[in-house]
């Protein structure tokens, strides 16, 4: 075998909530861009990334401005710069809190478009999946399921992840929910 055949596998740290969370998400994901063939759409990372710009533009016409004119010429510039900069914050903490509200992944595949998210609260060995899915057939009405779990089922004693098992939940989910469509 070559190198690059030779991938080393490490357990997962199973008192991680976070780490366990982003597994299970990241193979999720894989499930629908890959073994589905989901077109993943990158819209809501985008727009955060634009107000993250907008913000880090504001802080460097800051500096470039109090560099061009020492401090006590630009002190009204820097105060309008410092409080946009918070502006930009608090859009960007109100956007992530109230409209992504935990989903990594929006997908299309030809009439089909998929919202998927997740939860775990902290210190809490509960995994909750939600997925809603739109076609164009049910008038844009999305088809919602959900998967609830604890991550045992899907991380063993020593910390490895389960992916066969999982995935099989992930299918039998994503079948019900197909199946919910045509009724």
Request: a neutral charge.
């Amino acid at each position: 075998m070559s190198d690059a055949e030779m991938i080393e596998i490490k357990p997962l740290d199973k008192w991680d909530g976070s780490a366990i969370k982003n597994r299970l998400d990241d193979a999720v994901k894989f499930f629908f861009t890959h073994t589905n063939q989901y077109k993943e759409n990158f819209i809501l990372i985008d727009i955060r990334l634009g107000i993250s710009l907008m913000a880090v533009g504001v802080a460097v016409f800051a500096l470039i401005w109090d560099y061009m004119n020492p401090f006590p010429t630009s002190r009204p510039i820097l105060l309008i710069c410092v409080c946009a900069y918070f502006v930009f914050m608090a859009i960007l903490t109100i956007y992530t809190t109230m409209i992504e509200k935990g989903i990594f992944l929006k997908a299309k595949h030809g009439n089909k478009s998929i919202t998927v998210s997740s939860y775990m609260k902290r210190f809490d060995d509960q995994y909750q999946l939600l997925v809603e899915l739109k076609t164009n057939k049910n008038g844009g009405q999305p088809n919602e399921s959900k998967l609830e779990d604890t991550i045992g089922k899907w991380i063993d004693e020593e910390g490895y992840f389960l992916e066969r098992k999982f995935e099989d939940d992930l299918k039998r989910l994503y079948s019900r929910m197909l199946n919910k469509k045509i009724n």
